[in-house]
């Protein structure tokens, strides 16, 4: 399992922030953890009070304080010599946990601060292909079915089309579908998801103002007129201000996680020394 | 070629005089025109007249499990809930394997709907979190999850059993956990909500598993934001399996908010016999509160999904030749065997027929049941597309050999991967593309299910149709008449109820092999009865009916290649029906089902892509469909 993947679940994030603050927090007391030296500062004390007041109601006495104690420098004890051993190293869950430590303190790193307008429109304009308004059009169709032989298509296409151009009502011409007739400022991407995508692309290069056709769509033949047609804009900062910070954030934090990541990895010299192909094949 | 407008006068004559031999359409009158009898249901979601009718389908999976979802994490799932609706929103993501995976067309709108019960623990019990360590049973799931996939799938196994016998692990059922999670979905869902332009609708799963799972699952599904479902805590079943206690849950939810909050039942076809029992959990009978309470709050049935269909079984409804379909009729979720008669209160159609006939004794009808379809995926990705289909968990994700591999070891029948369907998707008509629209038209039973591809389908009843209103059926459908998911008030003297219908297929999919009306009523004995009329088809001047059965559209498909020809079949079917054998005195409901031509089902392209070698059984191909809600006939 990929620990970004885990990184990624922000309830994991949020509960191991916790634990790691809880854990720095009992790291940071002894000092000299080298030599076989265990110092037990007046704020570690403290702090077992305060835990022993927070679980358990009320305030230790010295006896029970003192067992607190002894139990803290038993545990320590065993926990250095179990990593002298090197135990640690070779335990997944140690391995997972260090892992995720590391790469929360580097993502809160990164997290410092809200984006600035300068930074959300400069990451507009890098990505306009997430943020822009796409190429719409606006157009009317009529319709045809390939019921029929070709020449009577086309019979009743051009005797519709020498209609049209002679000003009659496209709404009494053609066949009723349930494609609607008149299709007004609509995105291409659209326009291919309701007619198919040849017929969209037939609308994007199909000259303006006049019929023209057959245009082919996943149903039919289609006698068109462009009316309008916008190419692809890039709205302003206020009218996406919300969308390009949730991709400026989520892109910050790949970015820093990635750049670590390299710079550490310059760092080392990584031998492969094994086949990289599975021993058992899937079939 | 076929001639796609299908002239309505010729169709119904075919089935008046085939099944009743009665009247001639009668042509509408310009009174009678003007005095229609068909009437929306009175309530607190009465249409109104002067609103704007919906002119777009809106497509979307009311059903998806992440990451978070506890059986989905055990078993490999790493994508969360903004992973699931990046991917329904058309971005690429890489899937559970590492990946890179996308839809070939972005869906409108979703609803994450993780397990409540367990959900977020996962993710603790990956990182080999020390509460989830100290309980053996949890501590023996981490130790499979990280044995590989085989090992993981094991393990979700024995969490799902482990869930549905109520013997779960306590560190589990710690709502904390519950808590922490449904706030950050909530939080995600906002992120992604774009009003106008895509929908994240805030949602859970309440997982019902009754004592030994008999699937009542339900989605719950909010019309609210944040500012009213982010404080609360989603209900668990650790404390009762009862729906009542859901039912319950949900309208102290709307008291105390003043929020609406609807709820679907899914894999009815999993229940072994509970989902549409007639009986209360508790094996108490049914009161007219219970009825009422069910009808409120679960407005539509998730149809067609994974876990195969919940739309009708062959073995109910013997005269329907396209009821055998993508079944999974063997067990329950647990792998119990069924017995016979649990199959009778499991589908559908059933609940629909058997709805009507308590709404008799109880005053309500407490299986009002429209048409969902969702994917119910576990992977985080809603990848319903036979060519791109995404697989049920993190083991069954596109890969060679996929199709062989154990689902579950039921009692009675190895389940394999290959049983799997590539389906679940709902098609809404709303006015626009909100929360609060697609709530409003799930509420009023405006939708549609499908098994992934996206035609359009219209259907209104009226009393006044005619073959005139063809032409224009849209416009004349709402002004004369109520779509899919209405209600018929009792029929004046005289009038019989008419019917337009329209399906346009899919713009990138394959041709319509015919349209049919699936109608249900309750004689004056009791007795529930249904028939299914062929109303619009493809290819008229050569397929003819013959007692009511017209011939297969044939077949395009090539195997080795895993592809078809839409030289077969129509891109739309339009018509106008009226019921040939319409009795005022009888409870009716009638509904939509369109059938594509075959194509290949998605272990048909998974042999050509991976080369894969299926054994006999496996299907390789299907004829794929919508199901519309239904439209009911109420006698006075």
Redo the contacts between chains.
């Keep these: 399992m990929s620990l970004k993947q885990v990184l990624r679940e922000p309830l994991a994030q949020f509960v191991l922030v916790g634990l790691l603050l809880f854990l720095l927090h009992g790291w940071v007391g002894p000092a000299d953890e080298a030599g076989k030296r265990i110092v037990v500062s007046q704020a570690r004390v403290d702090d077992m009070a305060r835990e022993y007041r927070a679980q358990l109601g009320g305030s230790p006495t010295p006896d029970e304080l003192k067992g607190l104690v002894d139990t803290y420098v038993h545990d320590e004890i065993l926990y250095r010599e179990g990593m002298a051993q090197g135990l640690g190293r070779d335990d997944p869950v140690i391995r997972r946990r260090v892992l995720q430590k590391y790469e929360i303190i580097l993502e809160e790193k990164s997290g410092q601060g809200a984006a600035s307008d300068a930074d959300l429109s400069a990451y507009l304009k890098a990505h306009p292909a997430d943020f822009e308004r796409p190429s719409s059009v606006t157009f009317d169709q009529v319709f045809f079915d390939a019921s029929g032989s070709p020449a009577d298509v086309e019979r009743r296409f051009e005797a519709a089309r020498r209609a049209a151009e002679r000003g009659a009502d496209p709404a009494t011409l053609g066949q009723d579908s349930l494609l609607p007739r008149h299709v007004e400022t609509t995105s291409l991407d659209r326009v291919a998801q309701d007619f198919g995508p040849t017929f969209a692309k037939g609308v994007a290069e199909a000259p303006v103002s006049q019929w023209t056709g057959p245009l082919a769509s996943s149903y039919g033949a289609h006698l068109v007129r462009v009316t309008a047609r916008a190419p692809p804009s890039l709205p302003p900062l206020d009218e996406v201000r919300a969308a390009v910070a949730r991709d400026w954030e989520g892109d910050r934090r790949r970015r820093a996680l990635a750049a670590n990541y390299d710079k550490l990895r310059g760092d080392y010299d990584v031998a492969v020394k094994a086949r990289l192909t599975p021993q058992l094949a899937t079939r | ?5 299908m002239i309505a006068s010729l169709v119904a004559g075919a089935s008046l005089i085939a099944l009743a031999g009665c009247s001639k359409p009668t042509p509408a009158t310009k009174a009678a025109a003007g005095s229609t009898a068909a009437s929306a249901e009175a309530g607190a979601y009465l249409p109104d007249p002067n609103r704007k009718h919906p ?1 777009r389908v809106l497509w979307g999976d009311e059903h998806v499990h992440t ?2 979802s506890v059986d989905a994490g055990v078993s ?1 799932t ?3 809930p ?2 699931a609706v990046r991917f329904v929103r058309g971005e690429t993501v890489k899937n559970n394997r ?1 990946e890179p995976t996308k839809l070939h ?1 972005p869906l409108d709108w979703v609803a994450v709907t993780d397990h409540s019960d367990g959900m ?1 623990t996962i ?2 019990l ?4 020390p509460d989830f ?1 100290a309980n053996p049973t949890t501590k023996r799931w981490y130790e499979m999850m ?1 044995q590989g996939p085989e090992q993981a799938t094991a393990a979700t196994l024995e969490l799902v059993r482990a869930q549905a016998t109520r013997t779960m692990p306590p560190v589990i059922m710690d709502e904390k ?1 519950v808590k ?2 449904w706030q ?1 979905t909530v ?2 869902m906002e ?2 909500n ?1 009003p106008g332009k895509f929908t994240a609708f805030i949602a859970y799963e309440w997982t019902s598993n009754a004592l030994t799972g008999e699937n009542l699952h339900r989605n719950v599904i909010f019309r609210d934001n944040a500012d009213k479902t982010r404080s609360l805590s989603p209900l668990t079943t650790w404390v009762s399996g009862d729906p009542a206690t859901l039912w319950a849950w949900l309208a102290n939810y709307e008291k105390t908010t003043g929020g609406h909050v609807l709820a679907i039942p899914h894999n009815g076809n999993l229940s072994n016999g509970r989902m549409f029992e007639e009986q209360q959990y508790d094996g108490q009978p049914l009161t007219p509160e219970w009825a009422a309470s069910r009808a409120r709050w679960e407005p539509l049935f998730e149809l067609f999904q994974y876990k195969g269909q919940s739309e009708a079984n062959p073995r109910l409804s013997p005269t329907d030749e396209f009821a055998n379909y993508e079944l999974w009729d063997t067990a329950n979720l647990a792998g119990r065997a069924k017995t016979p008669g649990m199959i009778n209160t499991e589908y559908a159609r059933e609940a629909l027929k058997s709805g009507m006939r308590l709404q008799g004794k109880l005053g309500t009808n407490p299986f009002k049941i429209g048409a969902a379809g969702g994917t119910d995926t576990h992977t985080g990705l809603a990848a319903a597309e036979e060519d791109n289909f995404g697989g049920k968990l993190a083991s069954s994700e596109p ?3 996929r199709w062989n591999q154990l689902f579950a070891k039921e009692a009675t029948y190895v389940r394999k991967d290959w049983t799997l369907s590539a389906a679940g998707y709902t098609g809404v008509w709303a006015t626009a593309n909100t929360r609060e629209a697609l709530w409003d038209a799930m509420k009023r039973r405006e939708t549609y299910a499908t098994t992934g591809p996206r035609m ?1 389908v ?1 259907f209104f009843g009226g009393y006044d149709f005619t073959n005139a209103d ?5 416009a004349n459908g709402y002004a004369k008449g109520v779509p899919m998911g209405g209600d018929l008030k009792a029929a004046a003297a005289g009038k019989v109820p008419t019917f337009l219908f ?1 399906a ?2 899919d ?2 999919g394959a041709n319509l092999d015919r349209v049919q009306v699936v109608k249900g009523w309750v004689d004056a004995a009791g007795k529930t009865h249904e028939s299914i009329l062929n109303v619009g088809w493809s290819d008229t001047a050569n397929r003819k009916l013959t007692a009511g059965k017209l011939p297969p559209v044939g077949n395009t498909v090539d195997i080795k290649t895993a592809t078809y020809k839409n030289s077969i079949g129509a ?2 079917l ?1 018509g106008w029906f009226k019921d040939p054998s319409f009795d005022p005195k009888q409870r009716a409901f009638y509904y939509l089902r369109v059938l594509e031509i075959p194509t290949p089902r998605w272990t048909a392209y998974d042999a050509v892509k991976y080369g ?1 070698k299926m054994s006999a059984d496996v299907p390789m191909v299907g004829q794929e469909r919508a199901v519309t809600s239904a439209i009911w006939y109420n006698p006075a």
């Design positions: 070629m076929s001639r796609q407008l002119e990451g978070w490999g790493t994508l969360t903004e992973d590492g067309r977020g993710g603790e990956k990182a080999g979190n360590l990280r956990w922490a999670a950050k939080d995600v992120k992604y774009e890969h060679a050999g359009t219209r063809v032409k224009g059926l849209v329209a346009m297929k713009s990138i891109p739309e339009v894969d």
